[in-house]
């Protein structure tokens, strides 16, 4: 059984007053400075010295998050835009070095040999390879990169297109793509496209510096390309550049075919001989596209009601979180693009931010971040902070399995059946398409990064090939050539958080096999993913991903075995 939802209890403050507020760096180094010096006699006063450590990076975790949402909610505020500034340039990298002394004493400390393997494994593990890749160097160059990435959303955030007189942003602009009116699909897509070609420059300008800064980081920290360094960083313990590379193969073999057939059932349905790109999310003349809801307030409300059809718990995430302003759901101009969970890791109550704009597409992106958000829920009453910092291949598989889950609900959506159909429908033609893109970005992050002082004409080339590598070929994008040359531009993760894509595409795999076990027994499902997600990442991933009852397996013979059970699935969904 699913358990009942339990309002979250902010863990007292032991160390840190509990009025401080991060405000500079001399107000938070005497803390740093008192961790660095204090004498560690025992297990116990070990414990009590990685707790201390714990309390003070939630409390600066949470702060610096704030800064984040703040901006990406408005970027034309520049006191926002300048708090963010200032912890990336004046607080962060102070902080860094005091981290890599504080991770030091662990590993030389005598005690830390007696603490529960079984639970400090994945945190000890982490922390020797902090150690291994840290330079000093490297501080203020990575602060300089993060600085710049955040640009990508500022510039993004400025685009903006008219269409009946009315000025839209791009993400608002994206529902006129589900029309039935073909004429009017071809005008959006096309001014999309000179407007996000207006800043290519700008960002092939932003991409060339921050393909620089990374190589640099790599080549400090001693290694021959930033490719390298980032498996290392990001904790890659479970598998290897080898499987990244038989995954691309195996989505080349086993889901293009899915993805043509899909392309294929939808040309049908619209009747055309030719598929242009304003056409993969239209529906024909005479069926509306589907309208899940007018406004933000009405998706949350909504989405409540789905998730407490799966379980009180989930629902009492987001009423909680609708109670503490913790959603920022419509999209407006100023705002950053796409959408995000952040946890908050002292109140451990997350932020949902969106650009919801009345699509289907929103529907989707609600019930992924709320998976997201529960996750955030179910892992905060763990004792350290670092133990809530799992990594992205269970964070993904929690919001991607809540999308599958919530699937048979959505009638709180659509009241008409055929309606219902219709979103499912969508839905697994998503997940589809979803994994020859994931294939598609992966490996050309994999060719940017092992191929450091590549020319834009290089770039472009190997985009393309890898670009139609992974494409169906079904579609015609004649007079579109240059857009889609730079159709990289669009994935805000190349710019703000490199390599990190393939999470997305293992979690997917993950998350079918969720459903797999839902659609054979719901309570068994819901209790196993619940489990998985309450231990963060003190298991290792192959051991989370046992106890959420699946495989963490993205080998061909799996991916096969996961779409043989799709494909029934689509063909009861009228694809043949």
């Known amino acids: 059984m699913t358990r009942a939802f339990v309002p979250l209890k902010q863990k007292e403050r032991e160390f840190l007053p509990t009025d401080f507020k991060v405000t500079d760096w001399e107000a938070l180094q005497p803390y740093f400075e008192e961790l660095q010096n204090r004498g560690i006699d025992n297990k ?29 909610c408005d970027t034309t505020n520049k006191e926002y835009e300048a708090a963010f500034t200032y912890f990336c340039m004046e607080i962060e990298p102070k902080i860094k070095p005091y981290g890599f002394e504080l991770n030091k004493k662990l590993l030389a400390c005598a005690f830390t040999s007696e603490l529960d393997k079984n639970l400090y494994f994945p945190y000890l593990r982490g922390v020797d390879n902090s150690i291994k890749l840290y330079r000093d160097e490297n501080v203020p160059l990575q602060a300089d990169m993060n600085l710049m990435a955040q640009q990508y959303g500022v510039i993004s955030g400025a685009m903006g297109v008219e269409v009946d007189g009315k000025e839209y942003t791009l993400q608002q602009a994206a529902k006129f793509l589900h029309s039935p009116d073909r004429a009017l699909r071809e005008t959006v897509f096309t001014k999309v496209a000179i407007r996000r070609l207006e800043d290519k420059d700008k960002l092939n300008e932003l991409f060339d510096k921050l393909l620089t800064i990374r190589q640099q980081i790599a080549v400090n920290a001693g290694f021959e390309n ?12 479970d598998y290897t550049v080898a499987d990244c590379f038989a995954f691309h193969d195996a989505v080349k073999e086993h889901i293009i075919p899915l993805h043509a057939m899909l392309v294929k059932n939808r040309q049908k349905r619209l009747g055309l001989d030719v598929m242009r790109p304003w056409d993969g999310d239209a ?20 989405a409540i009601q789905v998730f407490d059809r799966l379980s009180p718990y989930f629902s009492g995430c987001l009423e ?29 109550v997350p932020f949902i931010f969106m650009n919801a704009a009345g699509t289907m597409g929103d529907v989707i992106t609600m019930m992924h971040e709320g998976g997201h958000a529960v996750h955030s829920f179910l892992s905060h009453d763990l004792a350290l902070s670092a133990f809530k910092e799992y990594p992205m291949e269970i964070a993904e598989l929690a919001s991607m399995s809540m999308e599958l889950f919530s699937m048979e609900h959505w009638d709180v959506f659509f009241k008409d059946e055929k309606e219902l159909k219709r979103a499912q429908l969508e839905e697994m033609e998503r997940i589809i398409s979803v994994l020859p893109w994931i294939a598609t970005i992966d490996k050309y992050q994999h060719w940017l990064y092992t ?21 169906t070929g079904i579609t015609d994008w004649s007079g579109f050539e240059e857009y889609r ?27 079918i096999a969720m459903w797999r076990q839902y659609r054979q027994n719901k309570e068994q499902a819901l209790g196993n993913y619940m489990s998985a997600l309450s231990i963060g990442y003190t ?16 080998s061909a013979g799996y991916i096969k075995e996961l779409a043989n059970f799709v494909t029934p699935i689509l063909g009861e969904m009228g694809v043949k």
């Open 451 to 471: 191929n450091p002082g590549h020319s834009l004409k290089d770039r472009e080339a190997a985009w393309l090939s890898i670009l139609n590598e992974f494409s």
């Open 283 to 302: 529906e024909p003349v005479g069926i509306e596209p589907l309208h899940p809801f007018k406004d933000g307030k009405e998706l949350n409300e909504k």
């Open 320 to 348: 909680t979180m609708q109670q503490m302003k913790r959603l920022d759901l419509d999209s407006r101009k100023g705002k950053a693009p796409g959408g995000y969970n952040c946890p908050l890791a002292e109140t451990g």
């Open 226 to 237: 930033y490719r390298d360094y980032k498996f290392r960083e990001l904790g890659r313990f």
């Open 539 to 554: 298991k290792t991933l192959k051991e989370l991903y046992s106890t959420a009852g699946i495989k963490f397996d993205f």
């Open 485 to 511: 040359t730079n159709f990289w531009q669009k994935q805000l993760h190349l710019f703000e958080v490199p390599f990190y894509y393939i999470e997305y595409g293992i979690a997917q795999l993950g998350a």
């Open 44 to 72: 116990a006063a070990l414990e009590k010295w990685l707790n201390d450590i714990s309390e003070l990076e939630a409390v600066v975790s949470e702060d610096a998050c704030w800064r984040q949402i703040n901006m990406t």
